[in-house]
């Protein structure tokens, strides 16, 4: 396994939309520009996507591929997620027992804008959908 990580660009979207509706995720806004894709050789694996808001930035959209999944793709991507983000980084998620051991903590107070995406997600998400935030160290 050779994995590389890039920019996505306008021809990995179709892809990326179509994991995204059928891994259920956030389908709001998608642009090529906030996210990154790995690959194995010229297969897509996966992806993730920084998403900017007035007030916060949100991690998100991380999927990878059924069939290449608990090999460590995932972590890959929220990592190199994390480095290129500012030094807080918000995510709204159903797993927060995927996303804890990465760093993340459950919060109570979120931006505006975290706040409104769990009340618009509040239905959609397939269980209970908790803000969480990720701190770099100093
Ligand atoms: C969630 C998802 C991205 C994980 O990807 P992955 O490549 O399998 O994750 P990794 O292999 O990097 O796993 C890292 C660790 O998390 C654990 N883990 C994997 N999936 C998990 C889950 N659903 N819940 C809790 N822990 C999980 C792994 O066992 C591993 O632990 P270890 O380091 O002790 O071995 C993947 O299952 C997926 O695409 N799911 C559908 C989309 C989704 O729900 N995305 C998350 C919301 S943004």
Not at 26 to 48: A, C, H, S, T
Not at 103 to 121: C, M, Q, T, Y
């Amino acid at each position: 396994m050779s994995l590389t990580i890039r920019n996505a660009t306008n021809p990995d979207m179709p892809a990326i939309v179509r994991m995204i509706g059928e891994f259920h995720l956030d389908y709001e806004n998608l642009q090529p520009e906030q996210f990154i894709v790995v690959e194995d050789g010229e297969l897509m694996v996966g992806f993730g996507r920084l998403k900017p808001y007035p007030d916060a930035t949100e991690l998100g959209c991380v999927g990878v591929l059924h069939e290449r999944r608990k090999q460590g793709i995932g972590k890959l991507i929220v990592d190199e997620l994390i480095r290129r983000g500012p030094s807080t980084i918000w995510i709204t998620t159903d797993l927060p027992d995927y996303f804890r051991p990465l760093g993340f903590k459950e919060a109570n107070h979120v931006p505006g804008s975290i706040r409104k995406k769990l009340d618009r997600f509040r239905d959609f998400a397939r269980g209970k959908i908790v803000g969480m935030r990720y701190d770099k160290p100093v």
